[in-house]
């Protein structure tokens, strides 16, 4: 995507726009949740959440991360960089690997919102990739006092077969991968 797209300094990643699902054309988009459950209390597992940098994240077989670009300060910063923990603006570029590495496939995103009040974060697509669309990552509290963490995605391409069939289970191992690294973290992080 870099070199196709001539992203080589950081006001060509400025140029970028997010994508976001439109609520008044709601019926052009497809629906995909999933919902996890992480075994510690609310604020521990919002607090990593919003911290844990996206070299950990986005580490699996499935997806790495590449880079990222800040909005804020108009910066990019790459795989060991220091990370000051999640805002707004932040745009993450990452790799999807499909058969082994054989097909790579540049996946970006753009921190919309990080709400700290209503526990959610909302991600949206950028132009130029393959989809569009919005994520949305909540957080409740569980009658145990465990966290449920809640992944609903709104997305639409141009390829109805790629929407129907291809991106509800690609989508689906992806973010499973990326909350498993997280419920790690937390599971091994001191209160």
């Known amino acids: 995507m870099f070199q196709e797209e001539s992203l080589c300094q950081a006001q060509d990643f400025a140029s970028l726009r997010p994508l976001c699902y439109d609520e008044s054309d709601s019926t052009a988009y497809r629906k995909h949740f999933r919902s996890f459950l992480v075994e510690a ?26 880079c990222q670009y800040y909005r804020g300060d108009n910066t ?37 919102e990080v ?12 132009e130029k990739g393959a989809a569009q669309g919005t994520q ?6 569980t009658p145990e006092g465990f966290t449920r963490v809640d992944h609903e995605t709104r997305y639409r391409s141009n390829s109805r077969f790629r929407d129907k069939y291809l991106y509800p289970s690609l989508h689906g ?11 790690d973290r937390v599971y091994n992080t001191i209160p």
């Open 41 to 66: 209390d609310l604020e521990k597992v919002w607090r990593v959440y919003t911290s844990i940098s996206p070299k950990d994240t986005w580490r699996g077989d499935m997806v790495t991360f590449g």
């Open 76 to 112: 990019i910063t790459y795989l060991n960089d220091h990370f000051e923990g999640l805002n707004i603006g932040q745009v993450l570029f990452m790799n999807l690997r499909l058969l082994g590495g054989l097909i790579n496939i540049p996946v970006s995103h753009e921190i919309m």
């Open 115 to 126: 709400n700290e009040k209503e526990y959610y974060i909302k991600i949206c697509y950028l």
């Open 136 to 141: 949305w990552i909540r957080f409740s509290k």
């Open 173 to 183: 191992k992806a973010i499973a991968e990326f909350h498993r690294h997280i419920r």
